[in-house]
């Protein structure tokens, strides 16, 4: 067992047995390792229901909820509220399929013109291989082909409009970090938010950072994007 997994198992514990009560709230649902999250598009972990309405307006919320309600909550250890989602790199996946419409000629050329290079690449270097056989700085090549694939897409203004869409659209109920819980906040687009480089391997818009990552050991494996909060 990793130390990760050890701490998330000790948070949820920490949630069922200390905050729940607190707060007027039973768990009714673990989401599991992740399907149901891709799935519904959502960053819950669990779902509760709410037992004492008097106990759960401590927590101020703006919605007016009432016995008996249902919500979902994130849980995120201290160390881990940083990623919001991951996604991967495709036409295909959460993001881009909501973002990139049929009509959008130019953005699935660019997507279908940087697929075809890193499948290239990664026939050249061996995509049988392992990346710890053939170094792990052959990864850069396509770390900058992805990362440049985000910079054009996000100097387009209604691309990012549609990135805060979709990343506030599925957020959960409540947030719970430690030992707090509260109402997570909506994060506003800004009209300067022209998107910039970070690092070898990042693009920074806004509030948020989009980290392009493999997903797995083998060359051959898909590469994925981590969506992380800008703390």
Not at 7 to 26: D, M
Not at 29 to 55: L, P, R
Not at 92 to 103: A, D, P, V
Not at 115 to 141: H, M, P, T
Request: hydrophobic share 30%.
């Amino acid at each position: 067992m990793t130390t990760q997994l050890n701490e998330e198992i000790k948070h949820i514990e920490k949630f069922k047995n200390i905050i729940c009560p607190k707060y007027g709230l039973i768990i009714l649902e673990n989401w599991g390792s992740g399907n149901k999250n891709k799935k519904t598009n959502c960053d819950a972990d669990i779902t509760v229901e709410i037992t004492d309405v008097d106990k759960f307006n401590e927590l101020n919320c703006t919605t007016n909820y009432k016995l008996g309600d249902k919500l979902t909550v994130s849980l995120k250890t201290k160390g881990g509220n940083f990623t919001i989602a991951n996604g991967g790199t495709g036409l295909n996946s959460g993001l881009f399929k909501y973002m990139i419409l049929s009509t959008h000629v130019t953005a699935k050329e660019e997507f279908n013109k940087r697929k075809l290079k890193i499948k290239k690449y990664k026939c050249e270097i061996g995509k049988n291989k392992r990346w710890s056989d053939v170094g792990q700085d052959k990864k850069l090549f396509i770390k900058r082909t992805l990362q440049e694939l985000l910079w054009l897409l996000f100097n387009v203004p209604v691309y990012r409009t549609n990135l805060y869409e979709w990343l506030n659209s599925r957020q959960s109920d409540l947030k719970c970090v430690g030992e707090k819980l509260f109402v997570p906040d909506k994060k506003k687009l800004s009209h300067i938010c022209e998107p910039k480089f970070c690092g070898n391997d990042s693009v920074i818009v806004g509030h948020y950072k989009l980290r392009v990552k493999a997903s797995g050991g083998k060359v051959s494996s898909s590469w994925k994007i981590n969506y992380e909060v800008i703390q």
